[in-house]
């Protein structure tokens, strides 16, 4: 029930100088628009509501926060209310229905937890990925508190677009976990509707073509030599030794090698298969260097370190340093990997050779190290433009 106290005509200084109550919320009603009201917290905050009875129900339905709506706006919002319940629809029942829908951070959980964890060897990846873009304001929109029927193709491009500032390949992966999550709610049928992300241009990725060249190597290995962490110097040369992925070569174990048949059996790949990799004698120099040294002595893990997994996470320092001394600071510590790749590729072994030494599932993915390789290329131009020359009888 109002009465005249607590009525009286919104404008912006009036509803501005309503006084906060001590506890609980205080309600002041619009003298224009029939229950429209503000209502005022003991935080401070202040919301336009509107106060009907709906199937003898006294109902309050929540418009909107003043600091985001003018009182025109509100009032507005009010009248179309009123309409639709002149008409026999009730606005809270859709009010509690979306209060009562999963929300995107809701439903990231229920796909990592099922989906993701169990069948991804990066899910890790996702989970930092949610993190770190999905779940703060940063980026636009904080679209883990949202809830999916909000979501909209506008709001996604907006995160898209802000992470697309810094890190477009990221923005990409990022993209494609929001549309995996939407799949797995229509899959589950949390969703209806067309995935939002449908809508949206992913940014252009160039292939990574970059490998230590002939005329780059001799400096890496000097470098190397000079490299005071030799943990970290002897991962680095594993690594492009043996091509293997660089989780797989950072958590490489002493149970993981038979020095009988000189071999490297790596029980979980990221394509979720075994590998076996021959270790050839560089390697095994880098090994019986790692069991010389003190530190590695009492360690499971081939590169021991002092962080909670026990072995070398990421020589990101040591491997700066090496870079800025042997003039390479562009090469990233995967292109050991396209390195070992590339110069396969260089020395005649076909792309089925190659894939299985990179454990590859697809060859498409194997021919990337093919088309790096331009020796041959220039071989082949120099003996068919010399054919050219000597049927031309020139020099």
Request: with cysteine.
């Amino acid at each position: 029930m109002t009465n005249s106290i607590n009525r009286i005509n919104f404008t912006k200084a009036s509803i501005e100088n309503l006084p906060i109550p001590e506890s609980g919320w205080k309600y002041y009603y619009d003298t224009k628009v029939p229950g429209l009201a503000v209502g005022v917290g003991a935080s401070g905050v202040k919301t336009f509501v509107l106060y009907k009875k709906i199937n003898r129900r006294p109902e309050r339905i929540k418009i909107g926060r003043v600091t985001d709506l003018t009182v025109d706006e509100a009032r507005t919002k009010a009248i179309e209310h009123n309409g639709k319940v002149a008409l026999g629809s009730n606005p809270a029942d859709k009010k509690r229905q979306q209060r009562a829908e999963i929300t995107f951070g809701e439903m990231f959980q229920l796909y990592y937890e099922q989906h993701s964890k169990p069948h991804k060897k990066t899910h890790k990846e996702d989970l930092a990925k949610f993190h770190r873009y999905l779940s703060d304001r940063k980026y636009g929109i904080n679209l883990a508190k949202r809830r999916l029927s909000e979501i909209s193709l506008g709001e996604i491009k907006v995160v898209f677009n802000k992470i697309s500032e810094e890190h477009p390949i990221t923005a990409n992966r990022v993209l494609a976990l929001i549309s995996s999550v939407f799949s797995e709610a229509v899959r589950a049928e949390l969703f209806v509707g067309l995935n939002p992300c449908r809508g949206v241009r992913r940014n252009k990725e160039n292939k990574r073509s970059r490998f230590l060249t002939r005329e780059e190597l001799p400096n890496l290995f000097s470098a190397l030599e000079e490299c005071k962490n030799p943990v970290a110097r002897d991962y680095i040369k594993m690594s492009l030794i043996t091509g293997a992925r660089r989780s797989n070569v950072l958590a490489m174990r002493w149970d993981q090698i038979n020095f009988v048949r000189n071999e490297w059996l790596i029980p979980d790949t990221k394509n979720g298969e075994p590998q076996t990799i021959p270790l050839l004698p560089q390697a095994l120099e880098v090994l019986k260097t790692r069991r010389s040294d003190p530190t590695a002595i009492s360690s499971e893990f081939v590169f021991p370190g002092t962080g909670a997994k026990g072995h070398l996470v990421e020589p990101k320092r040591a491997w700066s340093t090496i870079r800025k001394r042997a003039g390479i600071e562009d090469v990233r510590l995967h292109d050991l990997r396209r390195t070992f790749g590339a110069w396969m590729a260089g020395s005649g072994a076909n792309l089925s050779v190659i894939g299985k030494s990179l454990n590859h599932k697809s060859l498409d993915t194997t021919k990337t190290y093919d088309r790096l390789w331009i020796d041959p290329v220039r071989e082949a131009m120099e003996k068919a433009v010399g054919s050219i020359f000597t049927a031309a009888g020139s020099t």
